[in-house]
Nanobody, 126 residues
Framework: QVQLVESGGGLVQAGGSLRLSCAASGRTFSSYTMGWFRQAPGKEREFVAG????????YYAASVKGRFTISRDNAKNTVYLQMDSLKPEDTAVYYC???????????????????WGQGTQVTVSS
């Protein structure tokens, strides 16, 4: 099973940008669909963005579409989340996830993913 390690979180002012990285172990990274999720205090974990393993198609939550960009570099076993125009409501712990999903329908569902990173804190000040 793939192991995931996130980095790149931090404190940023509203309107600023951050880029999160998620490094994966293993030689089969390219066969995994990758997702980014986030969890704010007192709230459930929610889908942010996903990238399908075979065609690289990307999917976003409505709340981040147009501001966040997910991408992957299979040669580096890494998936990225570029976050622009950040808002205070983006404050959360961000997690990357991986799975060999069989259906795109489940791409935005947290319990569809078997592998998770430890999370990285993103705090956006107003």
């Amino acid at each position: 099973q793939v192991q995931l390690v996130e980095s790149g979180g931090g404190l940023v002012q509203a309107g600023g940008s951050l880029r999160l990285s998620c490094a994966a172990s293993g030689r089969t990274f390219s066969s995994y669909t990758m997702g980014w999720f986030r969890q704010a205090p007192g709230k459930e974990r929610e889908f942010v963005a996903g990238i399908w393993w075979s065609d690289g198609n990307t999917y976003y939550a409505a709340s981040v579409k147009g501001r966040f960009t997910i991408s992957r570099d299979n040669a580096k076993n890494t998936v990225y989340l570029q976050m622009d125009s950040l808002k205070p409501e983006d404050t959360a712990v961000y997690y990357c996830a991986a799975d060999r999903l069989s259906s795109r329908i489940r791409l935005s569902t947290a319990d569809a993913y078997d592998a998770w990173g430890q999370g990285t804190q993103v705090t956006v000040s107003s």
